[in-house]
């Protein structure tokens, strides 16, 4: 009856699953959605005006430069609204995952065309989420607010209507669109509200209620930085925290690109779903072994099988209670290793940075000190998809490699004292430490033997070690000779131990994509690496601190000096002839009171004399008494006076 029962729920689950596949789902408005993306894309392109005409705009001279490139968002240099655009990552994150399924395949082609149909589809869905990029990133705030509060509110509501009218799927259960999709509302809700922020601020600028900021604190890390370089002495700092030492050290003088956020976000979100289901599916998959495990133990005992088959029973159901249990305990710690792993690439990527900023490149492999700047330029596209496809797979092989040393863990030491087999686990357990005690110490007692016997004294008693100079040559040769032959037993172990070393360290980091996982010589066969190596070479190369400084400063003296004065030439700096300077500050006086004759009388010497002499007649003295003063190079007259005598 509780078999039939749950037979009845499984299949009403799965009606009703069905029923909410045929209805209007995000999938399907995400299909929906290109229409309205491509328009929202073609008025902020109609907007944009191009830097350069084209041959089209003297054919057609009304588009003015109009429809230039709408550009989503710069992941290079733009370092404004930088969890603006991380919340935009993380409304994407739920269609980026929906791209490893074989549900969004919307139309079948051949087995040899799916990688082109997988470009497909992350063209599809890149433009229909353009619109919230583009809308944040155009420098018309009033009509990107406006679209991105239509286009994200759409967005919000037909979100909602599918987690509420159908909140059920696979694999998840009968709760899966709650569990899934509450990261993308709320993502959509805060984009929601900054671009309403965005709108009541043009708003408020255009009523002179607010003046516009340029965005200039941005970049204003990379100016500190640049003074924290020209300082003498180091100012004296505060005792670092245990957080700071062990964990992370804040550094105001940095901040990470959208590029960088936006990936955290992602693969967060990615994390978070991926351990979900992994948790359900294992589950479902497990009941599923224990339904076989029934069907066998009735089996056996309808059939009288014999004694063997009978003691296999109980050996599977432990087997299969160790490794429900061990599964479900390794699933937080490979969460939490993920999660670690996404932290501490951020931590790697800036004390990269900063080792390139200082030219220091002896942490890379020679082979990567210059790379190709094609390649350079390609790693940033890739890898923000890289990083996140390495970081979900890195933790499925985490995970399995957990759950192998739970089994090990668990059939070596918890099992034998449960079964009340500690003598004998303790025995096996002292025999393999003492094997292996015994061949490490094998290794130090070699290594003692040369320091005490074979090697020179000292040359200075301050020397923390004895010079490579070897004494005892006859008995160094003979211990030479009969340790060769135990040491091609060891190497036969030492070998193994190295091969699963290097498969255990390779595993284990395989979402790091920060570190080879290859060995020296052949990092170059690590794609994954190469694409770091490359990206931290652009990010270094265009995001310098100080040479990003010395071209702002640079190009702000070139417009100061494109759209300075005519009078900036006449300045007082006493370099230059003295004689030539004194003439030229007279001449100019002289134009500025023949346009401006009402000036005279504003002049400190006429504040005190007749109000009966005409401004002309003052005028034309002061001009006879220029001219005069210029052929005789005699001392001015007093009516001719120097700007800085003018009040």
Same mark, same amino acid.
């Given at each position: 009856?509780?078999?039939?029962?749950?037979?009845?729920?499984?299949?009403?689950?799965? =009606?009703?699953?069905?029923?909410?596949?045929?209805?209007?789902?995000?999938?399907?408005?995400?299909?929906? +959605?290109?229409?309205?993306?491509?328009?929202?894309?073609?008025?902020?392109?109609?907007?944009?005006?191009?830097?350069?005409?084209? $041959?089209?705009?003297?054919?057609?001279?009304?588009?003015?430069?109009?429809?230039?490139?709408?550009?989503?968002?710069?992941?290079?240099?733009?370092?404004?609204?930088?969890?603006?655009?991380?919340?935009?990552?993380?409304?994407?994150?739920?269609?980026?995952?929906?791209?490893? =399924?074989?549900?969004?395949?919307? #139309?079948?082609? $051949?087995?040899?065309?799916?990688?082109?149909?997988?470009?497909?589809?992350? *063209?599809?869905?890149?433009?229909?989420?353009?619109?919230?990029?583009?809308?944040?990133?155009?420098?018309?705030?009033?009509?990107?607010?406006?679209?991105?509060?239509?286009?994200?509110?759409?967005?919000?509501?037909?979100? *909602?209507?599918?987690?509420?009218?159908? $909140?059920?799927?696979?694999?998840?259960?009968? /709760?899966?669109?709650?569990?899934?999709?509450?990261? =993308?509302?709320?993502?959509?809700?805060?984009?929601?509200?900054?671009?309403?922020?965005?709108?009541?601020?043009?708003?408020?600028?255009?009523?002179?209620?607010?003046?516009?900021?340029?965005?200039?604190?941005?970049?204003? /890390?990379?100016?500190?930085?640049?003074?924290?370089?020209?300082?003498?002495?180091?100012?004296?700092?505060?005792?670092?925290?245990? #957080?700071?030492?062990?964990?992370?050290?804040?550094?105001?003088?940095?901040?990470?690109?959208?590029?960088?956020?936006?990936?955290?976000?992602?693969?967060?979100?990615?994390?978070?779903?991926?351990?979900?289901?992994?948790?359900?599916?294992?589950?479902?998959?497990?009941?599923?072994?224990?339904?076989?495990?029934?069907?066998?133990? /009735?089996?056996?005992?309808?059939?009288?099988?014999?004694?063997?088959?009978?003691?296999?029973?109980?050996?599977?159901?432990?087997?299969?209670?160790?490794?429900?249990?061990?599964?479900? +305990?390794?699933?937080?710690?490979?969460?939490?290793?993920?999660?670690?792993?996404?932290?501490?690439?951020?931590?790697?990527?800036?004390?990269?940075?900063?080792?390139?900023?200082?030219?220091?490149?002896?942490?890379?492999?020679?082979?990567?000190?210059?790379?190709?700047?094609?390649? =350079?330029?390609?790693?940033?596209?890739?890898?923000?998809?890289?990083?996140? %496809?390495?970081?979900?797979?890195?933790?499925?092989?985490?995970?399995?490699?957990?759950?192998?040393?739970?089994?090990?863990?668990? @059939?070596?030491?918890?099992?034998?004292?449960? /079964?009340?087999?500690?003598?004998?686990?303790?025995?096996?357990?002292?025999?393999?430490?003492?094997?292996?005690?015994?061949?490490?110490?094998?290794?130090?007692?070699?290594?003692?033997?040369?320091?005490?016997?074979?090697?020179?004294?000292?040359?200075?008693?301050?020397?923390?070690?004895?010079?490579? %100079?070897?004494?005892?040559?006859?008995?160094?040769?003979?211990?030479?000779?009969?340790?060769?032959?135990?040491?091609?037993?060891?190497?036969?172990?030492?070998?193994?131990?190295?091969?699963?070393?290097?498969?255990?360290?390779?595993?284990?980091?395989?979402?790091?994509?920060?570190?080879?996982?290859?060995?020296?010589?052949?990092?170059?066969?690590?794609?994954? @690496?190469?694409?770091?190596?490359?990206?931290?070479?652009?990010?270094?190369?265009?995001?310098?601190?100080?040479?990003?400084?010395?071209?702002?400063?640079?190009?702000?003296?070139?417009?100061?000096?494109?759209?300075?004065?005519?009078?900036?030439?006449?300045?007082?700096?006493?370099?230059?002839?003295?004689?030539?300077?004194?003439?030229?500050?007279?001449?100019?006086?002289?134009?500025?009171?023949?346009?401006?004759?009402?000036?005279?009388?504003?002049?400190?010497?006429?504040? &005190?004399?007749? +109000?009966?002499?005409?401004?002309?007649?003052?005028?034309?003295?002061?001009?006879?008494?220029?001219?005069?003063? &210029?052929?005789?190079?005699?001392?001015?007259?007093?009516?001719?006076?120097?700007?800085?005598?003018?009040?």
């Amino acid at each position: 009856m509780m078999i039939r029962n749950a037979e009845e729920h499984v299949n009403s689950t799965t =009606s009703t699953i069905e029923d909410c596949q045929n209805k209007i789902s995000v999938e399907l408005f995400l299909h929906l +959605s290109l229409i309205p993306a491509v328009l929202i894309v073609g008025v902020l392109s109609f907007l944009q005006r191009r830097a350069q005409r084209l $041959p089209i705009d003297h054919r057609l001279p009304f588009l003015d430069g109009r429809f230039g490139i709408v550009v989503p968002l710069d992941t290079i240099g733009n370092l404004s609204n930088r969890w603006t655009y991380g919340f935009a990552f993380g409304a994407v994150a739920n269609s980026v995952l929906l791209l490893f =399924s074989e549900r969004y395949v919307p #139309f079948t082609v $051949p087995s040899w065309a799916r990688a082109i149909l997988y470009l497909v589809g992350a *063209l599809e869905v890149g433009l229909v989420y353009f619109p919230f990029f583009a809308c944040l990133s155009t420098p018309f705030r009033m009509a990107g607010a406006v679209l991105g509060i239509l286009y994200s509110l759409s967005w919000i509501i037909i979100t *909602l209507w599918d987690t509420i009218t159908c $909140p059920g799927g696979k694999p998840l259960g009968k /709760h899966q669109k709650i569990i899934s999709q509450w990261p =993308s509302i709320l993502s959509l809700i805060f984009l929601l509200g900054r671009f309403i922020y965005m709108l009541v601020k043009d708003v408020r600028i255009r009523l002179q209620l607010e003046l516009e900021d340029h965005d200039e604190k941005a970049e204003q /890390h990379q100016a500190l930085h640049v003074k924290r370089l020209l300082r003498r002495a180091a100012e004296p700092s505060e005792p670092l925290s245990w #957080f700071q030492r062990q964990v992370y050290e804040w550094d105001p003088y940095f901040k990470f690109p959208n590029r960088i956020i936006g990936t955290l976000i992602i693969s967060l979100i990615g994390l978070y779903m991926m351990t979900l289901a992994d948790y359900i599916v294992s589950d479902d998959v497990f009941n599923q072994i224990e339904h076989w495990k029934d069907t066998l133990k /009735h089996l056996v005992t309808s059939c009288n099988e014999t004694e063997a088959l009978g003691y296999m029973i109980p050996q599977l159901e432990e087997f299969i209670y160790v490794a429900r249990k061990s599964w479900l +305990s390794t699933t937080i710690f490979a969460s939490l290793n993920s999660v670690a792993y996404t932290f501490h690439i951020l931590a790697c990527y800036r004390k990269h940075l900063k080792r390139l900023w200082k030219g220091q490149k002896g942490f890379l492999p020679e082979k990567f000190h210059n790379p190709k700047s094609a390649i =350079s330029v390609a790693s940033i596209a890739r890898y923000s998809g890289w990083q996140i %496809a390495f970081t979900l797979w890195g933790y499925l092989i985490v995970h399995f490699v957990h759950f192998m040393f739970a089994l090990l863990l668990v @059939y070596v030491l918890v099992l034998p004292i449960q /079964h009340g087999r500690v003598q004998s686990m303790l025995l096996n357990l002292g025999i393999i430490l003492l094997t292996i005690g015994l061949v490490i110490g094998l290794l130090i007692l070699q290594v003692v033997l040369v320091q005490v016997f074979f090697l020179q004294d000292k040359m200075s008693p301050t020397d923390k070690q004895k010079p490579l %100079a070897l004494n005892n040559r006859k008995a160094f040769h003979c211990f030479n000779y009969f340790f060769f032959f135990y040491n091609v037993v060891m190497g036969i172990s030492t070998c193994i131990m190295r091969l699963l070393n290097s498969i255990l360290v390779g595993t284990w980091l395989v979402s790091r994509i920060d570190r080879t996982i290859m060995q020296r010589g052949y990092e170059t066969m690590d794609a994954g @690496y190469r694409t770091w190596i490359g990206m931290i070479f652009a990010d270094h190369y265009h995001n310098n601190p100080v040479m990003v400084c010395f071209c702002r400063l640079l190009v702000s003296k070139i417009l100061e000096r494109h759209n300075a004065s005519t009078y900036s030439s006449f300045d007082n700096s006493p370099s230059g002839d003295p004689v030539n300077n004194r003439a030229r500050r007279r001449w100019t006086l002289l134009y500025t009171l023949l346009k401006n004759p009402h000036l005279i009388l504003l002049r400190k010497q006429h504040l &005190s004399s007749s +109000s009966s002499v005409q401004p002309d007649t003052a005028v034309r003295t002061w001009v006879m008494a220029s001219q005069t003063q &210029s052929r005789q190079s005699v001392a001015p007259p007093e009516i001719i006076i120097t700007p800085e005598e003018d009040c």
